[in-house]
């Protein structure tokens, strides 16, 4: 078998080089692979005499399967020839039979069957493909120890592979393919009992469904993202600071992005649900800041929380559903005049009453005076006279120009 040499970075890939090459010599690339290796006398001699070999990606496939890595072949094969199979059509499918956003997935459904007309995949030049050539075995090698000694260790190195690969294709801007990879680190982890692994390989997957730039594959990734919270509350709660930490940042820029998606659609119900989940995460989070590097800070909560506020704040307005609008605003933590983003809130919540009130009818402001509080009074009162003064400016403006 095969040894793996050292390994180097090259455009992006680790570049491996070729077991056979002896110190400091370098591969020769193929000419659009003019020879078959597999029926050239010359290369198969300069094989048995330690030359450097002419590598095809026909090479490296035989390579493979003469060394008995037949899962790896079949993978190698996927990434070569250009057909990785579609197994997100698997995830579409079940989404489409959640009764959750079912117009949504109705509205979809021709978008998925124009996909997978003309799915792009990538066509690999020969460092990506020696690079692949190499992960896949040291996945398949680690998969057999794992079986054989039955040690975990063995599963997170294969897992750790796998998602090497993943990153590789989806750098590429190829999500089918990383979807592919992605999916046998969820196999391997639901199969071998690793909590940890599954849960960062959801968060993964979610992640490669939102490259897909499809609107319904966003749903997708939230009931991903979702299991994998589900998972860390029931078996890990409070045991993995990191991961947790992880979980609120994958699903906090998830449900803003798809609330103003639903947002633009008219679909205000469902935005201001997104939204209070999003401040549900915000809250959660907030319990764990200071206990993990990296993870959300009180600061970076309370922006997000006061901004989720805003957002749900301007819907109901939209809606004319002044009541909660109102109630909303009053939930926006007070202004710290040492804050600088506080103060820029500040500006905004004016500019939101300005906009408010200049737009409700007369008659309605008797009613407002009941919902509101004795120093809201004030600031409605101070808002009047701005509005009829700049309407004023206008007027004599209009008259002397």
């Known amino acids: 078998m095969e040894k793996k040499a050292n390994q180097k970075q090259y455009g992006g890939f680790s570049k491996a080089y070729n077991p056979h090459l002896k110190k400091n010599q370098k591969i020769k690339k193929p000419q659009e692979e003019e020879k078959k290796l597999s029926q050239d006398p010359e290369i198969l001699e300069q094989k048995e005499k330690n030359i450097p070999i002419l590598l095809s990606k026909e090479y490296l496939a035989r390579q493979l399967i003469e060394n008995g890595y037949i899962d790896s072949y079949i993978d190698f094969f996927y990434l070569g020839w250009k ?125 490669c469904f939102d490259k897909t730039n499809l609107p319904n594959d966003m749903n997708i990734s939230k009931s991903l993202k979702e299991e994998a919270k589900n ?60 206990k993990v590097k990296n993870g959300l800070t009180e600061k970076e909560i309370e922006d997000r929380k006061t901004e989720a506020y805003l957002k749900i704040a301007n819907i109901y307005y939209i809606i004319k559903d002044y009541d909660n609008t109102l109630a909303t605003l009053d939930l926006i933590p007070d202004i710290k005049k040492e804050d600088y983003s506080s103060l820029t809130v500040s500006i905004y919540k004016y500019n939101f009453y300005l906009l408010f009130f200049s737009h409700i009818k007369f008659k309605d402001y008797i009613d407002m005076l009941k919902l509101m509080k004795c120093r809201e009074i004030v600031i409605m009162l101070l808002l009047i006279w701005n509005i009829l003064i700049r309407r004023l400016i206008l007027r004599l403006l209009m008259i002397l120009f």
Do not use: W
Not at 134 to 156: C, G, H, T, V
Not at 251 to 269: G, I, P, V
């Open 83 to 207: 057909k990785t199979p579609n197994i997100k059509k698997k995830y579409s499918e079940k989404k489409e039979n959640e009764e959750e956003d079912q117009k949504m997935e109705e509205n979809s459904e021709e978008e998925i069957v124009e996909e997978d007309i003309n799915i792009p995949r990538h066509d690999y030049n020969l460092n990506n493909l020696e690079d692949f050539y190499y992960k896949l075995k040291d996945a398949e090698d680690a998969l057999r120890k794992s079986e054989r000694e039955q040690e975990p260790k063995f599963d997170e190195e294969a897992i750790e592979k796998y998602n090497q690969i993943r990153n590789d294709t989806l750098y590429q801007g190829i999500p089918l393919e990383a979807i592919y990879f992605n999916q046998k680190c969820i196999d391997i982890a639901k199969k071998n009992g690793h909590t940890e692994s599954l849960i960062q390989s959801l968060i993964y997957m979610g992640d």
């Open 231 to 290: 998972i860390y509350k029931e078996k890990l709660d409070g045991k993995n600071y990191a991961l947790e930490s992880s979980i609120y940042k994958a699903l906090k820029d998830l449900y803003s992005e798809l609330a103003t998606q639903q947002e633009q659609s008219k679909n205000y119900k469902k935005a201001i649900e997104l939204l209070n989940k999003l401040l549900e995460v915000l809250e959660t989070a907030k319990k764990i800041t200071g």
